[in-house]
């Protein structure tokens, strides 16, 4: 199924965590903490300005990004999850 965000919403993939500390020490699946980076799935059109103009986004698809930690809402498509949120609650792109 074909998903393309509304306005200035985008759909990000969580990237993976990593298994092991720093240190060599493995962490369990429920001492985990979901990652706040991700990589750009879909972006939306963006939002109208007063005049009627398209805003365009500053993030595009394929980027990787860094968002809140409680950021977006989580959804799945095709049987992935993923999240869909504002530009807004990204914080940056990572280069």
Do not use: C, N, Q, Y
């Not at 950021?71 to 280069?95: N, R």
């Amino acid at each position: 199924m074909a998903f393309t965000p509304l306005h200035d919403r985008v759909v990000v993939r969580r990237t993976e965590s990593e298994e092991k500390t720093a240190g060599g020490l493995i962490i369990p699946d429920s001492a985990k903490e979901k990652p706040a980076e991700g990589e750009i799935v879909s972006v939306g059109a963006g939002l109208r300005d007063d005049d009627g103009d398209r805003i365009a986004l500053d993030v595009k698809a394929g980027d990787k990004v860094l968002f809140g930690k409680w950021s977006g809402t989580e959804i799945t498509i095709d049987g992935e999850e993923l999240l869909i949120m504002k530009e807004s609650d990204i914080m940056g792109i990572i280069a």
